[in-house]
């Protein structure tokens, strides 16, 4: 029997019983000899079977196309603004970092004419200092934005349901790592976060609590849905912040970057494709439904990122374990709508669960949608080495270690942003 054909058996599997996941697991390959591919689709070539050759046709409709595919194949809708949004500053501290920064939190509300309304706590860090507007980053986070900086006066968030356990001083700049704060600042750039938690709490029946409950009756929903997945509530989300980032005077509205680790870098990536504002988008070890080639037989698979986590995706997705060549896309084809703006792949050498290797040739196959461009990108053919980052207008990073966001990630990030994002402008005086 052939691999394709067990994998999709295995997905007639209710994911649920036990140890039914544990065998998804044991068809799973990290070992390189065994890799194989399915045809890999092109970026040029249009559903009817013709081929584009110019931006326009690009953009017109090839682009068009792929985003539409997206929509109705994997990641589901995305709502339109909402009808009205407000924004509350809760604290201000001129003193913040040292004395480097200006730190503020501030609730976003979302509000719809059928007066349903939706919060976010955004923390904002603003460079004292240099001259205004400056650029800024923006990415979202895993347990609330008191985890990811050590002061330890900012407001818990991101407590839904079952996700009270990260409300805890313990949990202080437990992932202040993930953030570099300081070292962002200390190069002029803003940086903003928002728990993803405070768009769709991460888990099976976070309908009710998601910001899809300003559109439509997903009350009691539970698991997958037919239009709607998580990954497009926190996309969504992703330009919300833009939306309040981009009103502020100190920021630079036309240079903002997107970054996001694991499964918000998948978020990022679709965000980024919807959504034009954004310089630069930044994946960070996205992995499977994010910057890896789906077709290539190695680490996560579909099978298991879909059971595991099915509210990522829509409902029509799960047909895909086994049958990813019936997909008319591969995942080069999300990075290259990114095109022509900024695009930053980052690996980690240990994480195989995440395959290196396949988000590295998924980044160099963007290479013809960005040539309509007249923008040329690396060859991307062989795999650097770990500590290995390559400054281009599409950049890739691999560090050492396993999987995480780190320093050696936001030095690479940093000096990519020093020459495509432009620095945030000179120290005062």
């Known amino acids: 029997m052939k ?21 998804w ?43 539409r595919s997206y929509k109705t194949l994997m990641y589901g809708e995305l709502p339109g603004p909402p009808d009205e949004m407000g924004f509350e500053i809760l604290n201000i501290r001129n003193d913040a970092l040292d004395n480097t920064a200006v730190r503020k939190e501030i609730r976003i509300t979302m509000g719809m004419k059928n007066g349903r309304r939706h919060h976010a706590i955004l923390l904002l860090y603003l460079p004292k200092h240099v001259r205004t507007p400056v650029p800024s980053f923006f990415g979202l986070n895993f347990k609330g ?4 900086t050590d002061e330890r006066d900012v407001l818990m968030t991101g407590t839904q349901n079952n996700l009270k356990d990260f ?30 938690h405070d768009f769709f709490p991460d888990h099976r029946n ?79 070890e996205s992995g499977c439904g994010g910057a890896k080639l789906g077709r290539r037989y190695f680490g996560e698979i579909y099978l298991t990122l879909i059971y595991a986590q099915p509210h990522w995706f829509i409902k029509p997705f799960r047909y895909f374990p086994g049958r990813e060549d019936e997909l008319p896309f591969d995942q080069h084809f999300l990075l290259a709508l990114t095109a022509p703006r900024g695009l930053v792949v980052g690996s980690a050498e240990e994480d195989l669960w995440a395959d290196p290797k396949g988000e590295f040739l998924s980044t160099g196959l963007t290479r013809d949608v960005y040539r309509l461009y007249g923008i040329e990108i690396p060859e991307y053919k062989e795999l650097p080495a770990a500590g290995t980052t390559v400054v281009a207008p599409v950049s890739y990073h691999i560090r050492h270690g396993k999987h995480d966001q780190n320093k050696d990630d936001w030095d690479a990030y940093l000096m990519i942003a020093d020459q495509y994002l432009q620095k945030g402008g000179e120290k005062q005086e």
């Open 3 to 23: 691999l394709n054909e067990i994998i999709r058996n295995a997905a007639k599997m209710d994911g649920e019983q036990a140890g039914v996941q544990e065998y």
């Open 25 to 67: 697991r044991t068809l799973l390959n990290y070992d390189e000899s065994k890799v194989f591919y399915s045809n890999i689709p092109s970026l040029l070539e249009k559903e009817d079977g013709t081929r584009i050759a110019t931006v326009s046709e690009w953009e017109n409709f090839r682009r068009k196309e792929i985003i």
């Open 145 to 148: 934005n008191h985890t990811v």
């Open 167 to 196: 409300l805890n001083e313990e949990m202080r700049g437990c992932h202040s790592h993930r953030f570099c704060f300081k070292d962002v600042i200390a190069r002029g750039y803003a940086s903003a976060t928002i728990c993803y």
């Open 206 to 284: 976070g309908w009710d609590e998601s910001i899809f409950q300003l559109f439509d009756d997903v009350t009691g929903h539970y698991g997958v849905h037919e239009k709607y997945s998580a990954i497009g509530a926190w996309s969504w989300g992703m330009s919300r912040a833009i939306d309040y980032l981009q009103s502020l005077p100190e920021i630079n509205p036309e240079k903002i970057a997107l970054h996001g680790l694991s499964r918000i870098g998948k978020a990022v990536l679709w965000s980024g494709a919807n959504d034009e504002r954004c310089r630069i988008i930044i994946s960070n």
